[in-house]
């Protein structure tokens, strides 16, 4: 069975709502950046935990995954590099403002492992999880 499918042990109604309105927060408080960037952040902000795709996010900006990688380009940056920065961002604010262990953080984020999470979180911010929570708490 694929680990997205399965209930998250700390699923919570209430939860769900706070980290709505986190990513709101997110969003409002990111710098201003050219349209495309910001449409595809917040597309991968609305469908975090089961990150949509290039594919499935060119498709619901109405365009072509050719044409969405050309207009990434000409702002400057790749799909990758934003779906990174909206995993480091929302990573971020859960190693800050929640109880939520590395492994449980790893599996919101997509990853199958945390020990695959904990190599590009250290890629990001140049420290591990562990120690980025301790040193904001």
Known sequence: ?????????????????LYLQQCEEILRGMDEVEDTTAA??????QSAGTFLGIAKVAEELCCS???????????????????????????QKYLTRTDLD????ATLLGYSEAE????????????????FRRQKN
């Open 102 to 105: 590395v492994a449980e953080i």
């Open 65 to 91: 995954e050719r044409t969405l990688r050309r207009k990434l380009k000409a702002e400057s940056v790749s799909f990758r590099t934003v779906l990174d920065d909206v995993k480091n961002v929302l990573a």
């Open 1 to 17: 069975e694929h680990v997205l499918c399965l209930p998250v042990k700390t699923a919570q109604p209430a939860g769900h709502v």
């Open 116 to 131: 695959n999470f904990h190599p590009a979180f250290a890629r990001w911010n140049g420290m591990t999880p562990a120690e």
């Open 40 to 45: 595809v952040r917040r597309l991968l902000l």
